[in-house]
């Protein structure tokens, strides 16, 4: 079986996008777009050093750029305080008793929690906001009044 340099550009596309699948790994994405740069290249009739030297510039440049994009979006917050992974963060809940230790019980979605005082200050009675959610113990902070 005789392959031709566009056949071999196309294959070593499809592995990258198979590891990318199976590992998460978005830079393979990119290479990949780099073997298909280098597959169009074989196409148009450019020999292999132009191809390989297209797929080169391409892949190299998108993996380039999309490590530059992620460098400069804003890091999400960690998962135990962000309300985009749990809708928790951000609700109400009422402390009536505050213990030594800075722990307390509530009741909270039908059940008991134990609630950790996140807030400055000493922990005082009364409404209190959701601020983190680690394993089965609320971390919360007083609520302000606008």
Same mark, same amino acid.
């Given at each position: ?41 074989? &196409? ?33 917050? %960690? ?14 809940? &009422? ?27 000493? %922990?005082?009675?009364?409404? &209190? ?12 902070? %007083?609520?302000?009044?606008?």
């Amino acid at each position: 079986m005789d392959w031709s340099d566009s056949t071999l550009w196309w294959v070593a596309a499809g592995v990258l996008v198979a590891v990318e699948i199976s590992s998460g790994t978005f830079y393979l994405l990119m290479l990949a777009l780099g073997c298909a740069a280098g597959a169009l290249a074989a &196409h148009v009739g450019l020999g292999g050093a132009a191809q390989l030297t297209t797929a080169a510039l391409v892949g190299g440049g998108a993996t380039a750029a999309w490590h530059v994009r992620r460098a400069r979006s804003p890091r999400s917050a %960690p998962t135990q305080s962000n309300r985009d992974v749990n809708l928790d963060i951000g609700e109400t809940v &009422h402390v009536d008793v505050w213990g030594a230790d800075g722990l307390a019980r509530v009741d909270y979605r039908g059940t008991g929690w134990t609630v950790r005082y996140a807030g400055s200050g000493t %922990p005082a009675s009364g409404e &209190h906001t959701i601020v983190a959610v680690q394993g089965n113990h609320l971390s919360v902070a %007083p609520t302000r009044r606008a």
